[in-house]
């Protein structure tokens, strides 16, 4: 726990005595001393000496560390599935070498090879708690899966041949490895080496042929004699070959290549699937020819010719049952003449064919089965199928085959993720509230049977804080996800896109839309979780407030059309006593544009567009189901034929009843409880005479440069003189504070477009919002005009706000924060605020001043003003924050949630209740607080009122922060932040000491900078892929404790019992139960292996994964060689103890024979 107090800040001040002001009863101004109007880094401060000043800051370095928790979603670019019949457990892997473990909801691990190649293939070890994985850098690994993070135990690497197909027996250890030269290996899983028994491509073929098979492409026992193994090469040819004699024992040939085989369960015959669609049937008694050939999908000829050929199907599986025909199910085959038609998977059950067609391409299915014994009736009672972006297990017990509800998270890709949100320790009634309403949106027609995949074990934990994570999508639809104790499930859908008409394609009439594809999708998120208040901003430059009620509402949505452009050509000379400010000066100016903007003009077709909105709101009464309903639509519009620009802030206070919004061009401030803007200002108008730095005129109209190593954009200047005479506050009338670039802006429903080319559709140098990847190609939401190569932009150095203020005119809004807070020095009184950061680093207090009483606020104008306060930073500012005079968190204003549909009157007629503060203690809040802004930069603490920088530190010189927050940890707060070269950085508040910073992840796309966000208690998150969030923790006690909340991967469940096979099918089925496996690969008759073929790697699981085996064959090699290793620890130190005693007696013989020589000849009276 550090102490510090304000008066030993900085050096060379000198700190008055604690006896100087007794009681703090003086304002923080008088208490601050010389350099209290200093905002410069490193600016001198003093503080009164006050008990009050001193802070006593909990958090240290102590408290952090980096750790991933669990990752959610569908797992990205799949290849390969496995399911361990016993555990009930699902393994998915992934082409950059992930791998998902799936059970019973809540079990859900990830793990990751090191080399990052694909999965090729995996097999369980069925009950034994560990999986083989076969990756495409030919190289096998054990998972151990025993303890709750897998491990590796031992990898194989092939030097000289590529695996193809990996084949693991029922309860067996030894492994088939089928490669691409035709070979057949055989790999202990206990030492993970390689038997010397090789069954080579040109043993397995007659010699008489002349052609390579081809690879491997099957590998399986008989289930009625495991000492025969069945072998597929892809150009058609199967061998069944006996272990023993070491001799193919039947060959069989078809002439179009084979994708998959499955063997009847009793052993006598065998599928296969084909390149042309056809599955054949193949008796082992007479094996020259198929017993049957199919094309399931193919047209008959009416010739009797063979049917035509079909797509290839590329797997089969042949399921008997004991009560019913066998199911084959199958991938592919379809007809070539239905080009359109959807993936599909083909269940053949007796005479009945059913086509499931799939939403996405089938990677790989496995049929569920009831027994893990090959030679025993299968009883199939479930399909997993894997398809590229979904994962459905289909019900076989009931005719119609209806899907099981999946209870995964796997859906968050459903549209392309935008951005994030999340929300730790927030209200407790939150998660059911939603659930209510978000569950009457169920889909219905799912199994009525429970989820089959139902394996492992989960509690949970310790950890009972609620979370919330809110993703927004290109689709403008919000999904609200229960995220408490590291599960995650969705409880509520908000489709934006609801309040605006669908644009009709193909009618031809005029359009103002800016984005051409995905025009409702989700830009920025704010929630105010106490009063339910929600606001999103879209990427077609709207802004839509939200109400929460449980009750459903017919009513019209309300809009309103803000003009927010700046362009300003020349010098103008503005009359201060005219109203509008600036009129029309065509005859001084012929090139000057009319800037008053006090009519919305409606542009004819042809005509250049102005003050036209993107989208068209509804007109019509909209039905609004219980949720989340529109309260306000606000929409930006066209300027003159520019279109608006997208917007880069957003903030709601409910209590005030306000929302704010800004863009590159200006800010806006809307009053959504009297549906009227009561600020529409141009960036630089909002300095007033503030403003700090020269900017040079220069036409509006050129086109938009970049300057090397700068990321910020360059564009028109604005003219000092003309910013000098425009003060804002005198613009103000009736409460609307006007400007001559921005006009309050009328409320009501714009329907009106004009025709414009899709080449005119984005303003110069915007780049559309692409669809194909969503948040991965989204330009990041940074706090600067957006720009085309900002991928290219990550390693270089964000420029200063004052090295670019000459090259910047356009000064993008990229932070707001309402606070009750002291707008301007010296004051003796909080009072409610906007504060405004920029991207040049500048911030500016807007000052709200709103009606006395209630009853006034439905009526009377909210007057907002700029307070004059310009304080700086270096870089965009990203985020503020308040504390009080004690350094705890001051919560902003807000409205406690009522109903506005309540059917309870009282409820209707209620006053509204606010909570204005949430102090740290009873005290009062004091005479002074303090603010923390960060910046892409830099973090500064300002003592307010005084406006002193207390503190500064610099974060980053070289890179530049994407995000910064201020949250909650262990009852303390800290600033968190995640800088783009993947630092993820702590400091403590308010002294900004360094507290942690982890090279963590460096940032390769834009995914990951526009979605990583922190919350409370030490938790974040990101977009890891376009379909998967990852959660991590910079919480040391939640590292801690993260071994008690993940769920257990395997649990002790007893084998079944095989069927009793009966005298006669044990006397005639074949001599499988008598094969010895061990006796004919090991080292012993087989011999050593090449070492040149294959490699061994210890794994990374080491002691710790060995202890965690528990049993099975992997449990008892483990923990043998962990006896044996702590007994040769045992023996060597035993042996080291011998020696020093060995040595040791030797020492005190060669002294004990000095002292005698030295006293042989000696007397007694001589001693």
């Keep these: 726990m550090k102490k510090f107090n304000f008066r030993k800040v900085l050096d060379g001040l000198t700190a008055s005595s604690p006896g100087g002001s007794s009681g703090g009863g003086s304002s923080s101004g008088g208490g601050i001393g010389a350099g209290s109007g200093s905002v410069h880094p490193g600016g001198t401060a003093g503080v009164a000496g006050t008990p009050r000043d001193e802070i006593q800051e909990i958090l240290s370095s102590d408290y952090f560390q980096i750790c991933k928790?669990?990752?959610?979603?569908?797992?990205?670019?799949?290849?390969?599935?496995?399911?361990?019949?016993?555990?009930?457990?699902?393994?998915?892997?992934?082409?950059?070498?992930?791998?998902?473990?799936?059970?019973?909801?809540?079990?859900?691990?990830?793990?990751?090879?090191?080399?990052?190649?694909?999965?090729?293939?995996?097999?369980?070890?069925?009950?034994?708690?560990?999986?083989?994985?076969?990756?495409?850098?030919?190289?096998?690994?054990?998972?151990?899966?025993?303890?709750?993070?897998?491990?590796?135990?031992?990898?194989?690497?092939?030097?000289?041949?590529?695996?193809?197909?990996?084949?693991?027996?029922?309860?067996?250890?030894?492994?088939?490895?089928?490669?691409?030269?035709?070979?057949?290996?055989?790999?202990?899983?206990?030492?993970?080496?390689?038997?010397?028994?090789?069954?080579?491509?040109?043993?397995?073929?007659?010699?008489?042929?002349?052609?390579?098979?081809?690879?491997?492409v099957h590998l399986s026992d008989s289930?009625?004699?495991?000492?025969?193994?069945?072998?597929?090469?892809?150009?058609?040819?199967?061998?069944?070959?006996?272990?023993?004699?070491?001799?193919?024992?039947?060959?069989?040939?078809?002439?179009?290549?084979?994708?998959?085989?499955?063997?009847?369960?009793?052993?006598?015959?065998?599928?296969?699937?084909?390149?042309?669609?056809?599955?054949?049937?193949?008796?082992?008694?007479?094996?020259?020819?198929?017993?049957?050939?199919?094309?399931?999908?193919?047209?008959?000829?009416?010739?009797?010719?063979?049917?035509?050929?079909?797509?290839?199907?590329?797997?089969?599986?042949?399921?008997?049952?004991?009560?019913?025909?066998?199911?084959?199910?199958?991938?592919?085959?379809?007809?070539?003449?239905?080009?359109?038609?959807?993936?599909?998977?083909?269940?053949m059950h007796g005479k009945a064919i059913t086509v499931l067609e799939m939403d996405h391409p089938i990677v790989d299915f496995l049929t569920l089965c009831e027994t893990p014994y090959p030679n025993e009736f299968q009883e199939p009672y479930a399909v997993v199928v894997l398809l590229e972006k979904d994962l459905i297990v289909v019900d076989l017990t009931q005719s119609n085959f209806p899907i099981f509800e999946n209870p995964y998270p796997i859906d968050i890709h459903e549209s392309p993720v935008t951005c994030t949100e999340?929300?730790?320790?927030?209200?407790?009634?939150?998660?059911?509230?939603?659930?209510?309403?978000?569950?009457?949106?169920?889909?219905q027609g799912y199994s009525n049977k429970e989820w089959p995949i139902s394996g492992g074990a989960w509690n949970l934990g310790t950890q009972t804080y609620p979370e919330i994570i809110i993703t927004g999508h290109a689709d403008g639809s919000i999904k609200f996800w229960d995220a408490s104790a590291i599960t995650l499930q969705m409880l509520y859908k908000l489709k934006t896109s609801k309040v605006f008409e669908k644009q009709k394609l193909g009618e031809g009439k005029p359009t103002a839309e800016i984005v051409e594809e995905d025009p409702f999708a989700i830009q920025m998120m704010y929630w105010c979780p106490e009063s339910r208040i929600f606001c999103v901003a879209g990427v077609s430059a709207y802004v839509v407030v939200y109400r929460f009620s449980k009750h459903e509402v017919n009513t019209e949505i309300v809009s309103l059309e803000v003009r927010l452009q700046y362009d300003i050509e020349d010098i103008i000379t503005p009359e201060p006593e005219i109203i509008p400010p600036f009129p029309d000066a065509s005859s001084q100016l012929p090139s000057l544009k009319s800037l008053s903007g006090s009519t919305n003009t409606v542009a004819c077709e042809g005509m250049m567009k102005d003050s036209i909105p993107c989208l068209s709101v509804k007109t019509r009464p909209v039905r609004m189901p219980p949720g989340y309903q529109a309260e306000l639509v606000i929409q930006l519009v066209w300027v003159d034929g520019e279109p608006p620009q997208q917007i880069t802030s957003l903030a709601v206070n409910s209590a005030y009843g306000l929302v704010a919004f800004g863009n590159c061009n200006g800010l806006a401030v809307v009053d959504f409880m009297q549906k009227t803007v009561l600020l529409s200002m141009g960036t630089i108008d909002l300095y007033g005479s503030s403003d700090p730095y020269q900017r040079q005129p220069r036409s509006p109209r050129k086109n938009k440069q970049f300057t090397t190593g700068l990321t910020e954009l360059t564009d028109s200047p604005i003219s000092l003189e003309l910013e000098r005479c425009k003060s804002p506050t005198s613009d103000h009338v009736n409460g609307h504070c006007t400007s001559p670039t921005s006009q309050t802006c009328s409320s009501g429903k714009r329907l009106s477009s004009a025709d414009v080319t899709k080449s005119n559709r984005r303003g110069p140098g915007r780049p559309p919002f692409r669809k194909a990847q969503s948040a991965a190609c989204m330009e990041i939401s940074?706090?600067?005009?957006?720009?085309?190569?900002?991928?290219?932009?990550?390693?270089?150095?964000?420029?200063?706000?004052?090295?670019?203020?000459?090259?910047?005119?356009?000064?993008?809004?990229?932070?707001?924060?309402?606070?009750?807070?002291?707008?301007?020095?010296?004051?003796?009184?909080?009072?409610?605020?906007?504060?405004?950061?920029?991207?040049?680093?500048?911030?500016?207090?807007?000052?709200?001043?709103?009606?006395?009483?209630?009853?006034?606020?439905?009526?009377?104008?909210?007057?907002?003003?700029?307070?004059?306060?310009?304080?700086?930073?270096?870089?965009?500012?990203?985020?503020?924050?308040?504390?009080?005079?004690?350094?705890?968190?001051?919560?902003?204003?807000?409205?406690?949630?009522?109903?506005?549909?309540?059917?309870?009157?009282?409820?209707?007629?209620?006053?509204?209740?606010?909570?204005?503060?949430?102090?740290?203690?009873?005290?009062?809040?004091?005479?002074?607080?303090?603010?923390?802004?960060?910046?892409?930069?830099?973090?500064?603490?300002?003592?307010?009122?005084?406006?002193?920088?207390?503190?500064?530190?610099n974060i980053t010189e070289t890179s530049f922060l994407l995000r910064a927050d201020v949250v909650t940890l262990c009852n303390s707060i800290c600033l968190a932040c995640f800088c783009a070269n993947g630092h993820i950085m702590t400091m403590s508040l308010p002294s900004l000491r360094p507290m942690l910073d982890v090279n963590y992840l460096p940032v390769t796309d834009m995914r990951?900078?526009?979605?990583?966000?922190?919350?409370?208690?030490?938790?974040?998150?990101?977009?890891?892929?376009?379909?998967?969030?990852?959660?991590?923790?910079?919480?040391?006690?939640?590292?801690?404790?993260?071994?008690?909340?993940?769920?257990?991967?395997?649990?002790?469940?007893?084998?079944?019992?095989?069927?009793?096979?009966?005298?006669?099918?044990?006397?005639?089925?074949?001599?499988?139960?008598?094969?010895?496996?061990?006796?004919?690969?090991?080292?012993?008759?087989?011999?050593?292996?090449?070492?040149?073929?294959?490699?061994?790697?210890?794994?990374?699981?080491?002691?710790?994964?060995?202890?965690?085996?528990?049993?099975?064959?992997?449990?008892?090699?483990?923990?043998?060689?962990?006896?044996?290793?702590?007994?040769?620890?045992?023996?060597?130190?035993?042996?080291?103890?011998?020696?020093?005693?060995?040595?040791?007696?030797?020492?005190?013989?060669?002294?004990?024979?000095?002292?005698?020589?030295?006293?042989?000849?000696?007397?007694?009276?001589?001693?």
């Design 1008 to 1167: 990951i900078a526009r979605t990583f966000c922190f919350t409370n208690e030490g938790q974040a998150l990101y977009l890891s892929s376009p379909t998967e969030i990852q959660r991590l923790t910079y919480s040391q006690e939640m590292c801690d404790n993260l071994q008690d909340m993940l769920g257990d991967l395997f649990t002790p469940v007893e084998t079944p019992e095989a069927q009793n096979r009966g005298f006669l099918k044990g006397l005639f089925g074949g001599s499988g139960q008598t094969f010895d496996r061990e006796e004919l690969f090991g080292e012993a008759s087989a011999g050593k292996a090449s070492r040149s073929l294959a490699q061994h790697i210890p794994g990374s699981g080491g002691i710790e994964g060995m202890k965690g085996a528990a049993g099975g064959v992997i449990g008892d090699l483990a923990r043998a060689r962990l006896a044996l290793d702590e007994r040769g620890q045992r023996l060597g130190e035993l042996d080291e103890k011998t020696a020093s005693m060995m040595a040791s007696a030797e020492a005190f013989s060669k002294h004990a024979h000095e002292l005698m020589l030295k006293y042989k000849d000696k007397k007694w009276y001589q001693f």
């Design 69 to 216: 928790t669990v990752r959610h979603g569908f797992p990205y670019l799949p290849t390969a599935l496995a399911f361990d019949p016993v555990q009930k457990i699902l393994a998915v892997g992934t082409r950059t070498g992930g791998i998902r473990i799936l059970g019973r909801p809540g079990v859900d691990c990830y793990c990751q090879h090191e080399s990052g190649a694909a999965v090729l293939q995996l097999q369980f070890l069925i009950n034994e708690g560990a999986l083989v994985s076969a990756s495409a850098d030919d190289t096998l690994h054990l998972w151990n899966l025993r303890q709750k993070r897998p491990a590796i135990l031992h990898s194989l690497k092939f030097n000289r041949e590529r695996i193809t197909y990996c084949h693991l027996p029922f309860q067996s250890k030894w492994l088939y490895v089928g490669t691409e030269r035709g070979n057949t290996h055989i790999v202990n899983i206990e030492s993970f080496v390689l038997s010397g028994y090789v069954i080579m491509w040109n043993k397995a073929i007659e010699l008489s042929t002349k052609t390579h098979p081809g690879p491997v």
């Design 223 to 347: 289930p009625r004699d495991e000492g025969k193994l069945l072998i597929g090469y892809e150009n058609g040819t199967v061998v069944l070959w006996d272990l023993r004699s070491k001799r193919a024992d039947l060959r069989v040939y078809y002439d179009e290549a084979i994708h998959s085989v499955d063997w009847h369960h009793e052993g006598k015959q065998f599928m296969c699937s084909h390149s042309d669609g056809s599955l054949t049937l193949w008796n082992l008694k007479s094996p020259s020819r198929p017993f049957q050939i199919t094309i399931p999908h193919g047209k008959i000829q009416r010739d009797g010719k063979k049917p035509e050929s079909c797509k290839p199907i590329l797997k089969v599986e042949y399921k008997t049952c004991k009560s019913s025909e066998p199911f084959i199910i199958f991938s592919g085959g379809l007809s070539y003449d239905k080009a359109c038609r959807r993936p599909s998977l083909t269940i």
């Design 782 to 953: 940074l706090p600067v005009t957006t720009e085309e190569n900002r991928e290219n932009t990550f390693s270089r150095s964000r420029s200063s706000s004052v090295s670019s203020i000459d090259k910047e005119s356009k000064e993008a809004i990229t932070a707001l924060y309402f606070m009750e807070t002291f707008s301007r020095k010296n004051d003796s009184a909080v009072s409610p605020c906007l504060w405004v950061g920029t991207g040049l680093g500048m911030v500016l207090i807007i000052s709200l001043n709103l009606p006395a009483t209630e009853e006034l606020r439905q009526t009377e104008p909210v007057m907002v003003s700029p307070s004059g306060t310009v304080l700086t930073l270096k870089g965009a500012v990203l985020t503020f924050s308040c504390l009080d005079c004690m350094g705890a968190l001051i919560h902003p204003p807000y409205e406690v949630w009522r109903d506005p549909n309540s059917i309870d009157d009282s409820e209707k007629t209620r006053k509204r209740k606010l909570v204005m503060y949430s102090p740290s203690s009873s005290q009062d809040m004091g005479d002074h607080q303090f603010a923390v802004i960060c910046s892409e930069k830099q973090a500064k603490v300002f003592s307010l009122p005084s406006q002193t920088c207390l503190y500064v530190h």
């Design 422 to 443: 999340y929300f730790a320790d927030c209200p407790p009634d939150l998660i059911p509230v939603l659930y209510s309403v978000g569950a009457k949106h169920k889909k």
